[in-house]
């Protein structure tokens, strides 16, 4: 099994930034190929922030943080990285960072291993 933790959240005012991270590890064999942050506020449903295919870095966003977040690789193996710029206060939420082996459409159900979340807050 792998383990995924999030690291680098906290509280911010509006137009501040925060960089988020992802580290997959528990089996030295592990190599994502996929990986995505998705995020959940009290009430709603979680839903697909951003998403990188670690072989090509080929990423996609959701409308409403492109242009204001970034998904990059980090500088170790399974280490993969959200900045986010420019935060607004409907962007608190729970911030979750999913991966798997494979390439997989980023969509919550077509994840498998999770981390167990890191808030972030944006107060206005």
């Known amino acids: 099994t792998v383990q995924l933790v999030e690291s680098g959240g906290g509280s911010v005012q509006a137009g501040g930034s925060l960089r988020l991270s992802c580290e997959v590890s528990?089996?030295?064999?592990?190599?994502?190929?996929?990986v995505s942050w998705f995020r959940q506020a009290p009430g709603k449903e979680r839903e697909h922030v951003a998403c990188i295919y670690t072989v090509r870095g080929v990423t996609a966003y959701d409308y409403s943080v492109k242009g204001r977040f970034t998904i990059s690789q980090g500088s170790t193996k399974n280490t993969v990285n959200l900045q986010m710029n420019n935060l607004k206060p409907e962007d608190t939420a729970t911030y979750y960072c999913?991966?798997?082996?494979?390439?997989?459409?980023?969509?919550?159900?077509?994840?498998?291993?999770w981390g167990q979340g890191i808030q972030v807050t944006v107060s206005s």
């Open positions: 528990g089996d030295p064999d592990y190599s994502a190929a996929t």
């Open positions: 999913a991966a798997d082996r494979t390439i997989k459409v980023c969509r919550a159900a077509n994840f498998d291993d």
